[in-house]
């Protein structure tokens, strides 16, 4: 059974710096990863999807990659900014969308 | 991408009722799921909604408790029976098409007394 987990729990910066989010699961026969953001009392926005052929993808000032290897994922946003604030959330499927199994999420503050 | 919405957004139930959450899909997709998320926790799966046919629930999930329904490709209906203040969570449907990303909607803040 696929497990995720993602460090820190919580992560506070000042505006403009950048950061890693990490994302790590235990079953690298993985079908796909997909990194969402969540707004407090909000559903969940999809940020990110990267299928197992691929290594990453990128999108405005997110990037992320994959390497199944090592069973890692990471989020790297460039230039935060205090509307960045919300919790990350990395999910990862192992053999289609009926297993996808989440991290417990980054709580990221961006400091203006 | 697929727009989801859901109603209620909230709702506030007391003990032993059932509440039934409905979430409708802008555009066909190929799976439906309904995933549950208590108060400071991330996001479990309680079931894939079937069209057409019985869901299929996850581990320490029951279709007496988690009724589902999936009539067509762009509705389902989740109703947690039996309400006890441990069911007060957000409730979450999603769907994904043929690209594998997976949409959510907004949720359902659900509060037992």
């Known amino acids: 059974k696929q497990e995720v987990t993602q460090i820190p729990a919580a992560l506070s910066v000042p505006e403009g710096e950048n950061l890693v989010l990490n994302c790590s699961f235990t079953d690298s026969a993985i079908y796909n990863l997909q990194w969402f953001r969540q707004d407090p009392g909000k559903g969940l926005t999809s940020l990110l999807l990267?299928?197992?052929?691929?290594r990453e993808q990128t999108s405005g000032r997110l990037n992320a990659s994959l390497d199944k290897s090592s069973g890692r994922s990471t989020l790297y946003i460039a230039a935060s900014q205090p509307g960045d604030s919300a919790t990350y959330l990395c999910?990862?499927?192992?053999?289609?969308?009926?297993?996808?199994?989440f991290g417990a999420g980054t709580r990221l503050t961006v400091k203006p | 991408s697929a727009v989801i919405s859901q109603k209620p957004s909230r709702d506030i139930c007391q003990r032993g009722t059932s509440l039934t959450i409905q979430c409708q899909v802008d555009s066909q997709v190929t799976m439906m799921f309904w995933y549950r998320q208590q108060p400071g926790q991330s996001l479990t799966l309680i079931a894939t909604?079937?069209?057409?046919?019985?869901?299929?629930?996850e581990s320490g999930f029951v279709i007496d408790k988690f009724p589902i329904s999936r009539p067509n490709l762009t509705f389902s209906t989740l109703t947690v029976s039996n309400l006890s203040p441990e069911d007060s969570s957000i409730y979450l449907c999603?769907?994904?098409?043929?690209?594998?990303?997976?949409?959510f909607g907004p949720g359902t803040r659900l509060t037992v007394l």
């Open positions: 999910a990862a499927s192992t053999y289609n969308n009926n297993d996808m199994r």
């Open positions: 909604a079937n069209q057409g046919s019985e869901a299929t629930y």
């Open positions: 999603s769907g994904t098409g043929h690209s594998n990303e997976q949409f």
């Open positions: 990267i299928q197992s052929s691929q």
